[in-house]
């Protein structure tokens, strides 16, 4: 009798918590549900042969591998090449150029650091759309735009890219200066502790790095459609893709942008869950430094 | 308000500390907007300041300089080449060259063509070969303003590297007067991969920056003071020319315009900084607190599959954004599958019209917050995981055994925390969602539109931001290139002013080097 009274509240506990965790599931299956449905619904819709258009039903009625098929018909490879090269160019340049900008301004401290970084934050306020339009007219004047959109685009993205060094600075700050210091004392050149000591130990931040730089060409759809301006030559995915839900196009275009999406996505997802580790300490990281 | 001392603060209940903490915030905003306006000020003092320290150091250098050194004041880098460092002085001598050749054949043009940006437009030629009329291009507003600048922009460089050649003299004859030996090109060449190291490191990154970021910024900004459109293009149209504050007074005016619509540029832009301001406050907090709500969910103990869950979630990341959102969207309209879905369930017995309506704009703006919620939760959700593992477990053990519950807990502990690590992050986060073009754009570009406003402000609708409002006066018919620029500076300015009260306003600014 005298132990009975523990053990119940003991059991009790456990019921509440069990409770507690029942809840928990509940929500986060609906959870689950909630962010998957639309891409479950694009994956079904694209292997819909009996319409092209929007139906208010989701699983199809005829099934087929019809839409992957008709997207050869279109320019759509075309585009899906372009994406992949401006990706594979920027993931490298970008990387070395932040790298360079972060490293830099993470560890040496010289006279112009300070009124760079400020500058850097003042630049980061002006929205940068608004630069778009003399941009637009500068590649025009040197012939890339439109069909060679291309190789400007590739200019554009990488020639900014060393305004957002905040994250990998902020994974800079963290390794020990004392490192640099021990090997300086030894006669190590700058450029030695770079390649010698740190980055082996950056290997997360460099994947990281590459990895937000080959994912955002995939996304971006504001400047890639400014320049290639209607030549379905120099598109990227997401531009050429855009104008298929237009008005006058979603009726015979509808399932086709579904298996499109399925076939950008698919890539990008894998390698994206496979780095995923590196990508959590990214924005982690990024979020605590500010 | 009355300041308390930290050991009254202490005394205080747990409400009244949180409201005196919101209370001394919204009383140092003054102050703070004072401290920037004085700093400012000091700062163009300091300025003139240091230019006139510079004049006195660059005259009082030439009165006690020797020969190679005067000479250096016309030719530069002769100093360096007599003192034997060629290298230097070759570079010196070669930008002179470089830089007069381009004043005279170019710069001096551009430069004196900026203050009218060109004087004639095209004009029509009969062609008596082809029998038709033809065009003969002049002058070329656009490239005028643009090289223009960019002559300014090699004007000061050459001034600086010309202070910097004359700094050089000064130094190298202290030196020498010290009786130690010169630099020589081989050891100018080593520090670039050593004590020069990041001048190597940021040679590339700021180049990219200033010719890409900064020229552009300053072009579009000087955009603003001209009148260039779609029918003042500079080139094969109309010259476009300086028209003074005319697109503010525009842009600021409370009579309705001329062009179509009843209202005034004024209303319209009021209209949407408003929502722009109240999107940016929602979608940042909704997706602040529920997504770390589904992190603490996840990081329950007894939860099981933690990694499955959160893998769920990251997919959205994941996949590009203009897929995701345009299915979206697509999902929402009014024969799409949302609206097919709750007919089935019989809540609603006709299609709402979510993004369409505009006799319910605020319908289409809950919608889009909402959808914004399932967007930036993952994300959210990652972040608030790796902070919430930084906090040490000893203190919710012995929360726990002092009897705190679940809640207090996460008022007590997490919450404090959470806001304390990741405050400078809700300020950018804050300002970037007010520059999120992506989900506004591609979930219902800006639609419903607000037939109120002129037709000539690009067709602007009641989701619109003020970017996507930019974008559209940018690509709109009349492509009116000079109030894109001036409700780009005016996003320039409201985020300006809201980073720097925020960050003057925080209790502590917190110093860099304390990470490290």
């Known amino acids: 009798m005298n132990t009975a009274a523990p053990v119940k509240r003991h059991m009790g506990l456990r019921a509440s918590r069990r409770a507690a965790n029942t809840a928990i599931y509940v929500v986060l299956i609906a959870i689950s549900v909630i962010w998957l449905i639309p891409f479950i619904c694009i ?11 929007e139906v208010g039903y989701v699983v199809p009625h005829v099934w087929g591998f019809d839409n992957y098929v008709n997207l050869a018909k279109t320019d759509f490879w075309r585009w899906y090449r372009n994406t992949f090269v401006i990706a594979i160019c920027v993931a490298v340049f970008q990387t ?15 006279k112009m650091r300070k009124p760079i970084m400020k500058l850097m934050l003042v630049l980061s306020l002006f929205p940068g759309m608004l630069t778009m339009i003399i941009l637009y007219r500068v590649l025009a004047d040197i012939g890339l735009t439109q069909a060679n959109a291309v190789p400007g ?14 994250v990998s600075k902020g994974f800079f700050d963290t390794i020990s200066k004392s490192l640099d210091e021990a090997a300086r004392v030894d006669g190590a050149t700058r450029l030695k502790v770079l390649v010698k000591i740190i980055l082996p130990l950056s290997k997360p931040i460099v994947i990281y790095t590459i990895l937000t730089a080959f994912m955002a060409p995939w996304g971006d759809f504001v400047f890639a459609r400014y320049i290639s301006m209607g030549t379905s030559k120099g598109m990227n995915v997401a531009v050429g893709m855009y104008n298929w839900l237009n008005k006058d196009q979603i009726g015979s275009r509808y399932t086709m942008f579904c298996a499109g999406g399925v076939l950008v996505a698919l890539p990008v997802t894998i390698l994206f869950l496979m780095l995923q580790r590196y990508y959590v300490e990214g924005v982690t990281g990024g979020a605590v430094k500010g | 308000m009355k300041r308390i001392s930290d050991l009254e603060y202490l005394k205080l209940p747990r409400y009244k500390r949180l409201a005196y903490k919101v209370a001394s915030f919204f009383a140092s905003i003054p102050g703070a ?8 000020g000091l700062a163009i003092a300091g300025l003139f300041a240091g230019i006139g320290r510079e004049i006195s150091d660059i005259v009082s250098t030439f009165v006690h300089g ?12 002769y100093g360096n080449m007599a003192r034997g460092q060629w290298l230097r002085g070759i570079l010196f001598l070669l930008f002179e060259i470089v830089f007069i050749g381009y004043m005279i ?16 437009g095209p004009t029509e030629v009969y062609d008596w070969v082809l029998d038709t009329y033809t065009y003969e291009y002049h002058d070329n507003s656009f490239k005028i303003l643009l090289y223009g600048v960019l002559t300014i922009f090699f004007i000061v460089a050459f001034i600086y590297t010309w202070r910097v050649n004359i700094r050089q003299n000064k130094i190298a004859e202290q030196i020498l007067a010290s009786g130690k030996k010169l630099k020589s090109g081989k050891d100018d060449l080593h520090s670039l991969v050593d004590d020069s190291f990041h001048k190597t490191l940021l040679a590339l990154p700021m180049t990219g920056i200033i010719v890409f970021t900064v020229l552009p910024i300053i072009f579009m900004v000087l955009v603003a003071f001209t009148n260039y459109d779609g029918t003042h293009n500079g080139y094969s149209n109309n010259l476009f020319h300086w028209v003074g504050l005319d697109n503010f007074n525009t842009m600021l005016s409370w009579t309705a315009n001329t062009r179509g619509g009843t209202q005034s540029y004024a209303a319209t832009f009021g209209e949407v900084l408003t929502w722009t301001l109240i999107w940016a406050f929602f979608a940042t907090f909704t997706n602040y607190f529920l997504g770390m709500l589904v992190a603490m969910a996840i990081n329950k103990k007894g939860i099981r599959l933690k990694k499955m869950w959160r893998t769920i979630l990251v997919m959205t990341i994941a996949i590009p954004q203009f897929i995701s959102l345009l299915y979206v969207s697509k999902m929402f309209a009014k024969n799409g599958i949302m609206n097919g879905f709750l007919m089935d369930l019989g809540l609603i017995d006709q299609a709402i019209d979510f993004f369409g309506d505009a006799s319910k704009p605020w319908l289409a703006r809950v919608t889009v917050i909402v959808i914004n919620i399932w967007i930036g939760i993952p994300y959210l959700m990652l972040m608030a995981t790796g902070i919430l593992m930084n906090i040490p477990q000893d203190l919710y053990e012995s929360a726990r055994i002092d009897g705190a519950s679940g809640w207090q807990q996460y008022s007590k502990i997490t919450l404090p925390y959470m806001l304390f690590v990741t405050g400078p992050y809700l300020l950018t986060s804050f300002t970037g969602n007010m520059n999120n073009f992506n989900v506004i754009f591609l979930l219902t570009g800006g639609a419903p539109t607000n037939s109120a406003a002129s037709s000539a402000a690009g067709n602007v609708g009641y989701t619109d931001l003020l970017i996507t409002w930019l974008f559209k006066i940018t690509t709109g018919p009349q492509s009116q290139y000079y109030l894109a620029s001036v409700v780009g500076i005016m996003v320039f300015v409201v985020v300006a002013l809201i980073t720097l009260i925020v960050y003057s306003a925080l209790p502590s600014i917190k110093n860099e080097e304390d990470f490290q």
């Not at chain 1, 070395?96 to 010289?110: D, K």
């Not at chain 2, 907007?33 to 700093?39: D, P």
Request: aromatic share 14%; hydrophobic share 45%; charged share 10%.
């Open chain 1, 43 to 53: 994956l079904l819709q694209s292997f819909r042969v009996e319409s092209t258009n």
């Open chain 1, 96 to 110: 070395v150029i932040v790298l360079c900008m972060s490293y830099t301004l993470s560890r040496f401290r010289f």
């Open chain 1, 153 to 166: 685009l590739i200019l554009v993205y990488i020639a900014s890219s060393g305004m957002g060094y905040y």
């Open chain 2, 33 to 40: 907007v004072w401290g920037l306006i004085k700093k400012i």
């Open chain 2, 66 to 77: 020797s020969a190679p050194t005067k000479i250096s004041y016309v030719v530069m880098g």
């Open chain 2, 105 to 120: 054949l170019a710069g001096g043009h551009w430069l004196s063509m900026l203050p009218s940006l060109g004087k004639q």
